[in-house]
């Protein structure tokens, strides 16, 4: 994971003027303009990805893949017990849901999660988007 | 590009066996083929009364742009009105203690399981139930490729009413990396 430039991509997801969703992500790619890209375009990126900033209204979530740090509201750092060797997990989930006594098709469910591992124990951090909304928690590993 | 990824139910012999790939539906009933009209082949109320069994697994057409795919869970997400009298699902899936099926020589029966012998989970499990390769921490990194056999019975008894049970939903879940 070496530094390069790191073109910004901007998710942004603004379901009312009090809940805003905003997701910031650097890149290697030898562009250096911005440009908006949907959550399901990051499966493809997932090996080119240097930072991600996550803003939910007033908090703010930074992921530094680089330097494997994981920041807080500008501030506070989460504390990993094992904090030597992080990786970013990228995962693109599928739900086939059959109803039984039914002739039709099955309904496609998608989800897809990025998140922060830590190797050696069970938990990370993990931001969940599906039509639902976005949620960012702590997560026991997938 | 997302994977390919569908669900196929096999029936028949293993000598005669007939593979369909994506049916439209998992109905259980008394015959042994897939996307059933459960009014053609109810399911007769009887002491230890069963569907046939249901042999499927998770077939992976083309990995697109992915390189994996596992953590394979499968649940019943939606009970619908809830369960009749003496109506239940088994299944093989299991967390732990994990056992890789091998298809019968017969095929499918509507006899109780010995392969189906748990009940089948009502809520998301915690991991993967079904596994690839024999194990439940085991992934698909090439396509054509399958999960293991998942094995599904429906179980009723001399008590079930007559008519039709509550719709159900299944579940199937996996991820791509």
């Given at each position: 994971m070496g530094g390069a430039s790191a073109p910004l991509i901007l998710y942004k997801e603004r379901r009312d003027m009090d809940n805003v969703h905003e997701i910031i992500i650097t890149t290697r790619e030898d562009s250096n303009n911005p440009r908006v890209v949907q959550f399901r375009d990051l499966f493809a990126l997932r090996e080119q990805i240097t930072s991600m900033m996550y803003i939910w209204n007033t908090n703010c979530y930074y992921v530094d893949v680089v330097s494997q740090t994981f920041i807080v509201n500008g501030g506070r750092k989460i504390q990993f017990s094992n904090f030597e060797a992080c990786k970013v997990l990228y995962r693109r989930r599928t739900q086939l849901k059959y109803t039984t006594n039914s002739e039709g098709e099955p309904e496609t469910v998608l989800t897809w999660l990025i998140g922060l591992e830590e190797i050696g124990t069970k938990r990370m951090v993990l931001l969940i988007v599906s039509d639902n909304g976005v949620v960012w928690q702590w997560a026991n590993k997938l | 590009m997302p994977a390919t990824v569908v669900i196929t139910e096999t029936n028949g012999t293993l000598a005669g066996q007939v593979e369909n790939i994506d049916p439209a539906n998992i109905n259980m009933g008394s015959d042994d083929s897939p996307e059933i009209v459960p009014a053609t082949y109810p399911i007769t109320a009887q002491a230890d009364g069963h569907a046939f069994e249901k042999w499927l697994r998770v077939y992976v057409s083309a990995l697109g742009g992915s390189s994996i795919i596992d953590n394979i869970k499968i649940w019943l997400s939606n009970l619908g009105g809830g369960w009749k009298t003496g109506e239940g699902w088994s299944a093989n899936l299991r967390e732990s203690g994990y056992v890789q099926m091998s298809y019968n020589?017969?095929?499918?029966?509507?006899?109780?399981s010995a392969d189906a012998d748990q009940a089948m989970p009502e809520a998301e499990p915690s991991g993967p139930n079904l596994g690839i390769s024999g194990s439940l921490g085991g992934q698909i990194t090439s396509s054509p490729n399958y999960s293991d056999w998942c094995v599904l019975q429906m179980d009723i008894s001399n008590l079930t009413p007559a008519g039709s049970v509550n719709q159900k939903t299944i579940t199937f879940q996996y991820d791509e990396q």
């Open positions: - | 020589t017969g095929g499918p029966i509507e006899t109780d």
